[in-house]
Protein backbone atom coordinates (compact mmCIF):
# COMPACT_ATOMS: atom_id res chain seq x y z
CA UNK A 1 0.00 0.00 0.00
CA UNK A 2 1.08 3.58 -1.02
CA UNK A 3 1.87 6.07 1.98
CA UNK A 4 -0.99 8.42 0.38
CA UNK A 5 -3.37 5.56 0.40
CA UNK A 6 -2.16 4.35 3.90
CA UNK A 7 -2.83 7.54 5.19
CA UNK A 8 -6.21 7.85 3.90
CA UNK A 9 -7.57 4.80 5.21
CA UNK A 10 -5.78 5.79 8.45
CA UNK A 11 -7.99 9.10 8.46
CA UNK A 12 -11.26 7.10 7.25
CA UNK A 13 -10.63 5.02 10.47
CA UNK A 14 -10.10 7.95 12.45
CA UNK A 15 -13.16 9.47 11.32
CA UNK A 16 -15.36 6.13 12.16
CA UNK A 17 -14.19 6.57 15.96
CA UNK A 18 -15.00 10.05 16.31
CA UNK A 19 -19.04 9.25 14.65
CA UNK A 20 -19.42 6.36 16.77
CA UNK A 21 -18.43 8.13 19.83
CA UNK A 22 -19.95 11.36 19.16
CA UNK A 23 -23.42 8.75 18.34
CA UNK A 24 -22.56 7.09 22.15
CA UNK A 25 -22.44 10.25 23.22
CA UNK A 26 -25.95 11.51 21.78
CA UNK A 27 -27.25 8.29 22.75
CA UNK A 28 -26.66 8.48 26.58
CA UNK A 29 -27.09 12.35 26.36
CA UNK A 30 -30.94 11.25 24.97
CA UNK A 31 -31.66 8.95 27.45
CA UNK A 32 -30.55 11.07 30.24
CA UNK A 33 -33.00 13.94 29.10
CA UNK A 34 -36.04 11.32 28.38
CA UNK A 35 -35.75 10.07 32.15
CA UNK A 36 -35.14 13.40 33.43
CA UNK A 37 -38.72 14.75 31.08
CA UNK A 38 -40.34 11.52 32.29
CA UNK A 39 -39.55 11.99 36.00
CA UNK A 40 -41.09 15.78 35.44
CA UNK A 41 -44.21 14.91 33.92
CA UNK A 42 -44.71 12.20 36.64
CA UNK A 43 -44.44 14.65 39.16
CA UNK A 44 -46.88 17.19 37.59
CA UNK A 45 -49.31 14.67 36.81
CA UNK A 46 -49.55 13.94 40.70
CA UNK A 47 -49.46 18.10 41.43
CA UNK A 48 -52.41 18.05 38.87
CA UNK A 49 -54.30 15.17 40.74
CA UNK A 50 -53.75 16.45 44.09
CA UNK A 51 -55.14 20.09 43.03
CA UNK A 52 -57.69 18.01 41.45
CA UNK A 53 -58.76 16.21 44.53
CA UNK A 54 -58.83 19.31 46.81
CA UNK A 55 -60.99 21.20 44.03
CA UNK A 56 -63.43 18.11 44.15
CA UNK A 57 -63.60 17.74 48.05
CA UNK A 58 -64.27 21.71 48.17
CA UNK A 59 -67.01 21.66 45.77
CA UNK A 60 -68.37 19.07 47.84
CA UNK A 61 -68.44 20.79 50.65
CA UNK A 62 -69.55 24.14 49.57
CA UNK A 63 -72.30 21.59 48.03
CA UNK A 64 -72.90 19.92 51.28
CA UNK A 65 -73.39 23.65 53.29
CA UNK A 66 -75.13 25.08 50.40
CA UNK A 67 -77.69 22.14 51.18
CA UNK A 68 -77.66 22.79 55.02
CA UNK A 69 -77.99 26.23 54.71
CA UNK A 70 -81.08 25.82 52.76
CA UNK A 71 -82.63 22.81 54.63
CA UNK A 72 -81.96 25.20 57.65
CA UNK A 73 -83.52 28.11 56.12
CA UNK A 74 -86.55 25.94 55.85
CA UNK A 75 -87.01 24.78 59.54
CA UNK A 76 -85.18 27.82 60.89
CA UNK A 77 -81.68 26.42 62.21
CA UNK A 78 -78.00 27.33 61.61
CA UNK A 79 -75.83 25.35 59.54
CA UNK A 80 -73.99 24.66 62.34
CA UNK A 81 -77.41 23.37 64.20
CA UNK A 82 -77.95 21.26 61.16
CA UNK A 83 -74.21 20.15 60.75
CA UNK A 84 -74.71 19.14 64.84
CA UNK A 85 -77.76 17.09 64.46
CA UNK A 86 -75.98 15.45 61.65
CA UNK A 87 -73.18 14.24 63.56
CA UNK A 88 -75.69 12.85 66.21
CA UNK A 89 -77.71 11.06 64.01
CA UNK A 90 -75.07 9.40 63.09
CA UNK A 91 -73.58 8.20 66.33
CA UNK A 92 -76.72 7.79 68.39
CA UNK A 93 -78.24 4.06 68.37
CA UNK A 94 -81.95 4.03 66.71
CA UNK A 95 -84.20 3.58 69.89
CA UNK A 96 -87.73 1.55 68.98
CA UNK A 97 -90.39 3.14 69.40
CA UNK A 98 -92.74 0.01 69.93
CA UNK A 99 -94.11 0.02 73.49
CA UNK A 100 -92.62 -2.93 75.38
CA UNK A 101 -95.08 -5.46 76.24
CA UNK A 102 -96.94 -4.68 79.43
CA UNK A 103 -95.75 -6.79 82.03
CA UNK A 104 -99.09 -8.70 83.79
CA UNK A 105 -99.69 -7.11 87.31
CA UNK A 106 -98.61 -9.61 90.03
CA UNK A 107 -101.35 -10.79 92.50
CA UNK A 108 -100.95 -8.94 96.13
CA UNK A 109 -99.38 -10.91 98.70
CA UNK A 110 -101.42 -12.38 101.05
CA UNK A 111 -100.39 -10.87 104.36
CA UNK A 112 -99.50 -14.11 106.59
CA UNK A 113 -101.49 -14.04 109.68
CA UNK A 114 -100.57 -15.74 112.62
CA UNK A 115 -103.03 -17.07 114.56
CA UNK A 116 -102.49 -16.56 118.40
CA UNK A 117 -103.45 -20.24 120.31
CA UNK A 118 -105.99 -20.63 122.49
CA UNK A 119 -104.98 -19.97 126.38
CA UNK A 120 -105.25 -23.12 128.30
CA UNK A 121 -106.04 -22.19 132.19
CA UNK A 122 -105.46 -24.29 135.51
CA UNK A 123 -105.94 -23.61 138.56
CA UNK A 124 -104.31 -20.43 140.32
CA UNK A 125 -104.09 -21.75 143.56
CA UNK A 126 -104.66 -25.30 145.34
CA UNK A 127 -107.59 -25.31 146.86
CA UNK A 128 -111.33 -25.96 146.82
CA UNK A 129 -113.88 -23.72 145.16
CA UNK A 130 -115.97 -22.44 148.01
CA UNK A 131 -118.47 -19.66 146.13
CA UNK A 132 -119.18 -20.12 142.61
CA UNK A 133 -119.78 -17.47 139.96
CA UNK A 134 -122.75 -15.42 140.06
CA UNK A 135 -123.81 -12.93 137.20
CA UNK A 136 -127.03 -13.27 136.25
CA UNK A 137 -128.37 -14.62 139.83
CA UNK A 138 -127.42 -13.38 143.57
CA UNK A 139 -125.53 -14.78 146.54
CA UNK A 140 -125.50 -13.96 150.31
CA UNK A 141 -122.41 -12.12 151.37
CA UNK A 142 -121.66 -11.93 155.34
CA UNK A 143 -120.04 -9.56 155.26
CA UNK A 144 -122.15 -7.50 153.80
CA UNK A 145 -124.99 -9.23 155.00
CA UNK A 146 -126.88 -8.69 151.86
CA UNK A 147 -127.59 -10.79 148.61
CA UNK A 148 -125.10 -9.61 146.00
CA UNK A 149 -123.99 -10.82 143.02
CA UNK A 150 -120.17 -12.39 142.39
CA UNK A 151 -118.30 -12.14 139.21
CA UNK A 152 -115.48 -14.88 139.94
CA UNK A 153 -115.03 -17.65 141.55
CA UNK A 154 -113.67 -17.94 145.90
CA UNK A 155 -111.11 -20.67 146.04
CA UNK A 156 -110.25 -21.27 149.75
CA UNK A 157 -106.91 -21.69 150.31
CA UNK A 158 -104.34 -21.25 153.20
CA UNK A 159 -103.09 -17.71 153.94
CA UNK A 160 -99.48 -17.39 152.62
CA UNK A 161 -100.65 -20.56 150.33
CA UNK A 162 -99.04 -19.52 146.68
CA UNK A 163 -100.98 -18.26 143.84
CA UNK A 164 -99.98 -19.31 140.37
CA UNK A 165 -100.78 -17.54 136.62
CA UNK A 166 -103.26 -19.27 135.38
CA UNK A 167 -101.98 -19.37 131.88
CA UNK A 168 -99.10 -17.72 129.90
CA UNK A 169 -99.34 -14.06 129.71
CA UNK A 170 -98.68 -10.50 130.40
CA UNK A 171 -98.94 -8.71 133.72
CA UNK A 172 -100.87 -5.38 133.06
CA UNK A 173 -102.07 -4.20 136.93
CA UNK A 174 -100.79 -4.52 139.72
CA UNK A 175 -103.64 -2.40 142.03
CA UNK A 176 -105.26 -2.17 145.55
CA UNK A 177 -108.88 -2.27 144.76
CA UNK A 178 -111.19 -1.06 147.17
CA UNK A 179 -113.46 -3.60 147.28
CA UNK A 180 -111.56 -6.96 146.41
CA UNK A 181 -107.95 -5.53 148.13
CA UNK A 182 -104.22 -6.32 146.66
CA UNK A 183 -105.08 -7.08 143.02
CA UNK A 184 -103.10 -9.03 140.06
CA UNK A 185 -104.30 -9.03 136.59
CA UNK A 186 -102.92 -10.48 133.62
CA UNK A 187 -104.03 -10.38 129.85
CA UNK A 188 -103.30 -13.61 127.67
CA UNK A 189 -104.05 -14.28 124.06
CA UNK A 190 -107.89 -14.45 122.11
CA UNK A 191 -108.75 -11.57 124.59
CA UNK A 192 -109.16 -13.33 128.03
CA UNK A 193 -107.89 -11.63 131.04
CA UNK A 194 -107.59 -13.31 134.68
CA UNK A 195 -107.94 -11.55 137.55
CA UNK A 196 -105.92 -12.64 141.08
CA UNK A 197 -107.70 -10.20 144.16
CA UNK A 198 -107.51 -10.71 147.98
CA UNK A 199 -103.93 -11.05 147.93
CA UNK A 200 -101.69 -10.67 150.87
CA UNK A 201 -98.30 -9.97 149.03
CA UNK A 202 -97.54 -9.63 144.95
CA UNK A 203 -93.85 -8.93 145.06
CA UNK A 204 -92.89 -12.12 142.60
CA UNK A 205 -94.13 -9.97 139.61
CA UNK A 206 -94.01 -6.29 137.94
CA UNK A 207 -96.52 -4.26 135.65
CA UNK A 208 -95.39 -5.45 131.85
CA UNK A 209 -93.42 -8.61 133.18
CA UNK A 210 -94.41 -11.62 130.51
CA UNK A 211 -95.34 -15.05 133.15
CA UNK A 212 -95.73 -18.60 131.90
CA UNK A 213 -98.34 -20.83 133.40
CA UNK A 214 -97.73 -21.70 136.87
CA UNK A 215 -95.13 -18.89 137.42
CA UNK A 216 -95.56 -17.44 141.07
CA UNK A 217 -97.51 -13.90 141.47
CA UNK A 218 -97.89 -13.78 145.33
CA UNK A 219 -99.80 -15.42 148.49
CA UNK A 220 -103.19 -15.53 149.52
CA UNK A 221 -104.31 -13.20 152.10
CA UNK A 222 -106.84 -11.39 153.39
CA UNK A 223 -107.27 -8.27 152.19
CA UNK A 224 -110.89 -7.72 150.40
CA UNK A 225 -112.82 -5.44 152.29
CA UNK A 226 -116.23 -6.62 150.52
CA UNK A 227 -115.18 -10.34 151.96
CA UNK A 228 -113.25 -9.75 155.13
CA UNK A 229 -115.59 -12.42 157.28
CA UNK A 230 -114.66 -15.06 154.47
CA UNK A 231 -112.43 -17.52 155.30
CA UNK A 232 -108.95 -17.40 153.61
CA UNK A 233 -109.02 -17.65 150.05
CA UNK A 234 -108.46 -16.22 146.65
CA UNK A 235 -110.94 -14.57 144.58
CA UNK A 236 -110.49 -15.34 140.61
CA UNK A 237 -111.84 -13.96 137.53
CA UNK A 238 -111.92 -14.60 134.44
CA UNK A 239 -112.86 -12.17 131.38
CA UNK A 240 -112.98 -12.42 127.73
CA UNK A 241 -113.00 -9.76 125.85
CA UNK A 242 -113.40 -7.23 129.15
CA UNK A 243 -117.00 -9.04 129.66
CA UNK A 244 -116.65 -11.36 132.82
CA UNK A 245 -117.53 -14.93 132.52
CA UNK A 246 -117.62 -18.47 134.63
CA UNK A 247 -114.00 -19.23 135.19
CA UNK A 248 -115.24 -23.07 135.33
CA UNK A 249 -116.14 -22.90 131.55
CA UNK A 250 -112.12 -23.03 130.57
CA UNK A 251 -110.47 -23.48 134.32
CA UNK A 252 -108.97 -27.65 133.86
CA UNK A 253 -109.65 -28.55 137.35
Known amino acids: ?15 MIASLITLVIAIIAF ?12 ENLQSDLLKANDLTNMIANQNSESLLEEAASQIGKSVEESKNEQIVETIEPTISTESPTPEP ?46 LGIDIKADKTAVVKAS ?41 GQSVEAG ?6 GNTATFEILDEYHLHFEMLENDENIDPNIYLKQ
Open 167 to 207: AKGKVIAIKNDPRYGLTVVIEHTKGFKTVYSNLLTAEYVSV
Open 215 to 220: QTLGTV
Open 1 to 15: MSRKNYRRANNFKKL
Open 105 to 150: PKAPETPVVVEEPMPEFTMPVDGVIVREFAKESLLFSQTLDEWVTH
Open 31 to 42: IVAYTSYSNKVK
